[in-house]
């Protein structure tokens, strides 16, 4: 995922960290075991929730209980392969498993083929001429996370449709000048370039290949300036009402498409993370907001949320005055949600779903509890952020969908405290919890970050993915992906030190985040992966015991922070996380962009370019199933209900290095070859028509 490190944006919240434990033997921790199976939703269909049998209770703080595998999955069917390192020749290109077959079907610029467009239309241009109007009808940039969604009965593994987000764009690759001669034609291009595609797959009768169907009347784009309602407790809010929406319900757009989630009802879940970065304050002030209250949208209101003087350099502030975040400081708190959107009504407006929370959302997994409600976790991917949970007030209903189209509007919501003795509570964010007496849930909301920290919740390494297991969804698992302030000289700030600079927190180790600075800046540079078990086998529990699953390293590094404990093939940066139907846990990797020197030098010599790998939960190993093009992060997957197609997104391509308007190919040239790199998704299979992972 997108992300920048700067000062800005950290969390200036010094939350206890359990400085008494700071001793921690990190060879002594053991692997947590999960249990195996799932089910899949079906399109249009109602589909079945997942077994919530087959967890057993913590044995003991800290440790919880081993799985046996079910019939499903019987252990890793492949080899791993080695790295793409320099020493491994360095290939830039998709490496796989003998056995194991890919194809591009979808790339950025590619036309989603909706109803009304001419066949092939518009087209991809290699030279970047492309202007915003087509931008509308291709493929937006940047794939991220994605969800299939296959047709009801026999046709589930051959049709169906497909989810794709689109996270950001490079400029130098957007546009045949770069940032050049910049005007409002260029921002609308990038902002189209944004958000979701809805295309309609196929594996066509005749070759046997997987197409995109054009054309379709479920093809769709949804972007930067899709119309989009606000609902749940901030709906209509003071904090959300701008002079474009004085009712404060509709918003323009949705933003920085990270990774994804889907409801059991068949509707899918965006998430917006780095909203942040396309607002700017160019002047420091914020217009007809007086005082510095931190609860509301103040000065540092926006600092607490990343917004700077300049945003991340996509300049869209310059020719629309909606990014502005000094002459519209309400606009910003209309961004930061959990978007839901049913595919199967083109027509139908976004939804942005305030009660589940406003920060950087990476994902968002659900489970339905055995009471029938839906709980939904997500992750706060910034530095020394939070870990949440939404419970909603209502039960899932699989025998009425209508009923269920409102259900994540009303609800609780928490946030994680990890405690030292492997034990955990839920806190709920609400004005009855201590600390938040003073106010409303829609500023609990719009705030959340801030109701975070006034409630003591444990400051994490990068949370991003979470997956919980579809045989024992009580097992959950989340991506803590790196943290370069963890564990160096905290500093305490929520008085703002300057627009760009609000203070930034750098908490000591703890239990749950165990590895920190050993006199580098670098902090937990290699990331890991924590689970926790909710109580009772119940997911609307408020507590839990916990433990972590793996710290990603590399042993042959001198310092003990950097070492680990993989058992089988190393990675660090631990990004998108998602367990298949079998019980197979797919690992994502988003380190460093730069191809040549994460390849070549610094912690990552030995572990390459951007990897998918596959763990047995059971039994911790680990083996690597796919090395990624130089310049890309791997990052969203989802598969057909037989197991036997997988769909997997390589982002930016050639980000990084010596890229440039001018020499767009400096990096890489995938997957084009002669023409400048896209963003795609692929389409793995088994050449024995086998299923993917299986033995």
């Known amino acids: 995922m997108q992300h920048h490190d700067d000062d800005s944006i950290s969390n200036p919240c010094q939350n206890p960290h359990f400085d ?8 002594r921790r053991e692997l947590l075991a999960g249990g195996i199976g799932a089910a899949l939703v079906g399109f249009f269909g109602v589909p079945g929730v997942s077994s919530l049998t087959g967890m057993r209770a913590a044995d003991a703080a800290g440790t919880i209980g081993p799985i046996p595998p079910s019939n499903g999955f019987g252990g890793i069917g492949f080899d791993g392969i080695a790295p793409n390192t320099l020493a491994n020749g360095l290939v830039d290109d998709v490496l796989l498993p003998p ?8 790339a950025w610029g590619d036309p989603i083929g909706a109803l009304g467009q001419r066949p092939g239309e518009p087209a991809w241009r290699d030279d970047a001429s492309n202007d915003s109007i087509d931008q509308t009808l291709q493929s937006g940039d940047h794939h991220d996370g994605m969800h299939f969604f296959p047709r009801p009965g026999r046709l589930g593994s051959s049709r169906g449709v497909l989810c794709v987000n689109h996270e950001y764009n490079n400029q130098q690759f957007l ?45 769709r784009r949804i972007h930067g300036n899709t119309p989009m309602q606000l609902t749940g407790p901030a709906a209509g809010d003071d904090l959300l009402k701008t002079d474009a929406d004085p009712t404060g319900t509709r918003v323009l757009g949705t933003l920085n498409n990270c ?62 005055d909606r990014f502005r975040a000094d002459l519209n400081p309400n606009e910003p708190n209309r961004f930061g949600y959990v978007v839901e959107i049913d595919p199967s009504s083109p027509r139908s407006m976004p939804k942005k779903r305030t009660a589940l929370g406003r920060c950087k959302h990476e994902n968002c997994e659900h489970v339905v509890a055995g009471s029938g409600q839906v709980v939904l976790y997500t992750g706060d991917d910034e530095r020394n952020e939070y870990i949440y949970k939404f419970v909603t007030t209502g039960s899932y ?20 405290k990890f405690n030292g003795d492997n034990t955990g509570v839920w806190i709920p964010l609400t004005p009855a919890t201590s600390g938040l007496e003073t106010w409303s849930q829609a500023e609990i909301c719009i705030k959340t970050r801030q109701a975070a920290d006034a409630v003591g919740a444990t400051m994490m390494d990068r949370p991003e993915w979470i997956s919980a297991n579809p045989s024992a969804p ?15 000289t905290p500093e305490s700030s929520h008085t703002p030190d300057g627009l760009n600079n609000a203070g930034s927190a750098r908490p000591p180790v703890d239990a749950a985040n165990p590895r920190g600075d ?108 796919l090395t990624g093009p130089l310049g890309s992060e791997v990052t969203g997957v989802t598969g057909t209900p037989d197991r036997k197609t997988l769909f997997v997104n390589l982002q930016h391509p050639g980000e990084g290095g010596s890229s440039s308007a001018a020499n767009p190919t400096a990096v890489s040239d995938w997957p084009d070859r002669g023409a400048r790199p896209r963003s795609a998704t692929i389409v793995i299979t088994r050449d024995n028509g086998g299923e993917i992972g299986g033995l």
């Open 175 to 219: 546009f045949p000048d770069g940032t050049a001669n910049w005007n409002l034609e260029k921002v609308r291009k990038s902002q189209h370039a944004h958000g979701v595609s809805i295309v309609e797959l196929w594996r066509h009768p005749r070759t046997g290949r997987w197409e995109v169907k054009r054309p379709s009347p479920f093809a």
């Open 99 to 106: 056995g194991y077959s890919y194809e591009v079907l979808y």
């Open 474 to 488: 009580a097992n959950v698992y989340c991506t803590l992906t790196n943290n370069s302030r963890r564990g160096t």
């Open 397 to 416: 209903n699989p025998n009425n969908r209508r009923a269920n189209m409102d259900l994540l509007d009303e609800g609780t919501l928490y946030v994680a």
């Open 20 to 27: 008494e434990i700071l001793q921690i033997n990190l060879k």
């Open 518 to 625: 050993d006199g580098s800046p670098s902090g937990n540079a290699y990331g890991h992966i924590i689970r926790w078990h909710e109580d009772g086998d119940d997911s609307t529990s408020t507590t839990f015991t916990w433990d972590i699953f793996v710290l990603a390293g590399d042993p042959d590094k001198t310092e003990e922070r950097l070492q680990g404990n993989v058992n089988g093939d190393l990675f660090n940066s631990p990004d998108g996380l998602w367990f298949d139907s079998a019980g197979r846990l797919w690992i994502q990797t988003d380190a460093t962009t730069n191809a040549l020197s994460y390849a070549t030098g610094g912690v990552n010599e030995n572990i390459g370019t951007n990897q998918m790998l596959c763990a047995d939960p059971a039994s911790g190993e680990i083996r690597r199933f």
């Open 259 to 320: 990774a994804n989630g889907y409801t059991p009802w068949g509707t899918y879940l965006t998430c917006e993370e780095n909203w942040n970065g396309y607002f700017a304050n160019p002047t420091g002030d914020v217009v007809g907001v007086p005082g510095d209250d931190q609860k509301f949208e103040t000065l540092s209101g926006q600092t607490r949320y990343g917004i700077s003087q300049t945003g991340f350099g996509y300049r869209w502030h310059e020719h629309d």
